[in-house]
C-alpha cells in the first residue's frame, strides 16, 4: 500500500514538471526616455530626446501623434530612427512663455511583441525656454590709413568745403548781446567863439553792427550852442562836428548822445547813451594865456 501511494507521487510530480516547463511568462515592450540635448532652450529652437525600446519589442510604431508634449510648450514633433530597440524624438521650432518648462510622455501602443502593446510612459526630464538672443552687429570696419599711429582720417580733397559729411548740428545760439557806444576825445580840449569842435563815436558788438542810425537830433548840447552835423558811413564810427559854437565863455561845456543809435544782426539796440569830457570856450585875450581866468563851476563863466 506505501509503495502504490509512493508511486502515485512520484507521478504527479512529473506531470507538474512537465506542465511548468512549457508556461511563458509575458513580458510586454517598454519605452525609456533619455535625458533632453540641452536643460534650456530659446523660443523658437530644438531639443533632441533619445528613446530606448526594451523587453524584446517585435514591431515599433511610434510615430509624432504617440507623443505628446506638456507644460504650455508647443513645438513641432518629428521622430528619427529604425529598427525595434533604438528612436530619437527631435522637438523643433519651440514656442512658450519665458520659463515655461516642458516634458514629453509616449502614449500607449507605440510598440508590441507576443506579449501585447507598451503602456503608457512617464513624463520626461523637462527643458526650460528662455528668451531668444540677439546679438549686437559688428562694428563697421574703418579704412585703414598710414598716418604713423594718429588714427587721422585721409585728407580731403573737398578743399575744406565737405570735411564733414555728416555734422553734428547745433542749435544756434541767440545774441542777446547788445551794441556798445566809445566816445572818443575832443579834437581839441577849448576854441574860440565861432570856432570849430569834432569828436568821433565809436560803435562795436560782440559778433556785428550791421547799422547805425545816429542823427543830429541823438545829440545834445550842453552849456553851448552849435551846428551839429554827422558824417561817416560803414558800421563802426561815425564823426559829430560841431561848428560857430557860442555861449558864455569857460568850461562846463560838453555833449549828450542818446541810446538806440546802433543795432546788431539779433536786433539788439544800444542800450545806454554816452557822455563827452568837457571843453573851454575862450576869447583871443584868453586863448593863450587859460590860466589868467578862472571859471564859475555854476555858470561857466569868467569870474
Not at 507538474?16 to 512549457?22: A, D, E, G, P, R
Not at 535625458?35 to 530626446?49: I, K, L, Q, R
Not at 510604431?61 to 530597440?85: M, Q, Y
Not at 542818446?258 to 571843453?279: H, L, P, Q
Request: aromatic share 4%; charged share 20%; with cysteine.
Amino acid at each position: 500500500m506505501k509503495k502504490k501511494a509512493l508511486y502515485l507521487c512520484m507521478v504527479l510530480v512529473m506531470v507538474l514538471v512537465c506542465t511548468c516547463s512549457n508556461i511563458v511568462f509575458a513580458v510586454i515592450p517598454r519605452f525609456g526616455i533619455g535625458g533632453p540635448s540641452s536643460g534650456t532652450v530659446e523660443v523658437g529652437g530644438t531639443v533632441t530626446y533619445p528613446v530606448t525600446i526594451y523587453n524584446g519589442a517585435t514591431s515599433v510604431t511610434l510615430k509624432p501623434s504617440d507623443v505628446r508634449l506638456i507644460g504650455g510648450v508647443t513645438a513641432n514633433i518629428s521622430i528619427s530612427g529604425s529598427g525595434n530597440s533604438e528612436r530619437t524624438i527631435v522637438l523643433s521650432n519651440i514656442q512658450g512663455s519665458v520659463g515655461a518648462v516642458g516634458q514629453i510622455c509616449i502614449v500607449a501602443g507605440a510598440a508590441s511583441n507576443a506579449s501585447g502593446g507598451s503602456k503608457e510612459t512617464g513624463y520626461s526630464t523637462g527643458f526650460t525656454i528662455i528668451a531668444s538672443y540677439t546679438p549686437e552687429p559688428d562694428p563697421t570696419p574703418q579704412p585703414s590709413n598710414p598716418d604713423n599711429g594718429n588714427n587721422q582720417l585721409p585728407p580731403s580733397t573737398d578743399n575744406g568745403n565737405n570735411n564733414n559729411q555728416n555734422p553734428e548740428q547745433k542749435p544756434e545760439e541767440k545774441d542777446e548781446v547788445a551794441p556798445t557806444m566809445e566816445i572818443a576825445e575832443f579834437s581839441k580840449s577849448s576854441c574860440e567863439l565861432g570856432e570849430t569842435i569834432t569828436f568821433d563815436i565809436i560803435y562795436k558788438d560782440n559778433k556785428e553792427v550791421t547799422s547805425i542810425t545816429l542823427e543830429p537830433k541823438d545829440i545834445t548840447i550842453h552849456g553851448f550852442k552849435a551846428d551839429v552835423k554827422i558824417t561817416g558811413d560803414g558800421n563802426s564810427k561815425r564823426t559829430v562836428t560841431l561848428s560857430n559854437i557860442s555861449g558864455n565863455l569857460g568850461g562846463l561845456k560838453y555833449v549828450t548822445i542818446a541810446a538806440g543809435t546802433a543795432a546788431d544782426k539779433a536786433g539788439n539796440k544800444v542800450k545806454e547813451g554816452g557822455k563827452t569830457a568837457m571843453f573851454k570856450v575862450v576869447n583871443s585875450d584868453t586863448k593863450n594865456k587859460p590860466d589868467d581866468w578862472i571859471e564859475n563851476p555854476n555858470t561857466g563863466k569868467i569870474r
